[in-house]
């Protein structure tokens, strides 16, 4: 299991922090070589500038020249992950049509250009691995634009699977997972939120960054699955 990615070529977009840097270690730690990218390469080359089979490069999921860009630049890829998000949450009446495009085009559009500027220079035994989120499977008031935008990948991911093959196309859909994403709540209301959480999920607890990568691992390295939701969310929307 350890070299299950030995000289496998990764491709992940995001952060250099949370679930995206999970992702980067898990493969890193698999065998694989990560490329990974995203709008700040600076903090990027900074949160991985002790590894040398960690490449930085710079895209932009909402601008298509940057994604074609970075098609022409990478080369050869056996696995894309996309986690990059742009969260449009608050009640209807707070939303902003300004919001909910950028939160569409960074999540959903954004992994649509990817698939078709990287598909034919991938290995065609690999996969992408998109993100949706519980959200997409529970309504809660105030998470309507994340809603939708998890919900449109829901559908991506299996429209993907059909006209990509047998390239595969999997999501992963966390819950509440500890990142830096709650922190603008402030500390005594993240604190009394992750409370509420861990005493109703059925898992009696909230998520690691670690817990989601290796769904991602999982979605990777499983050959017979394609088109599939991994709700890696503690079973918090079942109640």
């Not at 742009?86 to 954004?110: F, I």
């Not at 992994?111 to 959200?135: E, Y």
């Not at 999982?218 to 017979?224: E, I, L, R």
């Amino acid at each position: 299991m350890i070299d299950v990615l030995q000289d496998q070529r990764i491709l992940v977009v995001g952060r250099g922090s949370g679930i995206a840097r999970a992702v980067v270690l898990l493969a890193r730690a698999r065998g694989a070589e990560v490329v990974v990218a995203g709008r700040n390469p600076d903090a990027l080359a900074a949160a991985y500038d002790d590894d040398p089979r960690v490449t930085v490069e710079a895209v932009d999921l909402t601008d298509d020249a940057s994604i074609a860009a970075l098609a022409e630049r990478i080369g050869r890829l056996d696995h894309v992950v996309s986690t990059a998000s742009a969260r449009a949450r608050g009640r209807l009446a707070d939303l902003t049509r300004e919001n909910l495009r950028v939160s569409l085009d960074t999540k959903v559009l954004g992994p649509v250009m990817l698939a078709k500027h990287l598909a034919p220079q991938m290995n065609p035994r690999g996969s992408i691995v998109l993100f949706s989120g519980a959200n997409a499977f529970k309504v809660n008031v105030g998470y309507l634009g994340v809603a939708i935008t998890n919900g449109a990948v829901d559908f991506l991911t299996r429209s993907l699977a059909v006209e990509l093959a047998p390239i595969r196309v999997n999501a992963v859909s966390p819950g509440v997972v500890d990142t830096g994403a709650w922190d603008p709540m402030g500390v005594d209301a993240k604190k009394d939120f992750f409370w509420h959480i861990s005493t109703t999920s059925p898992s009696g607890r909230i998520g690691t960054a670690e817990d989601i990568a290796h769904a991602v691992l999982f979605a990777m390295t499983n050959t017979f699955m394609t088109g599939t939701m991994l709700k890696i969310d503690g079973g918090e929307p079942l109640v």
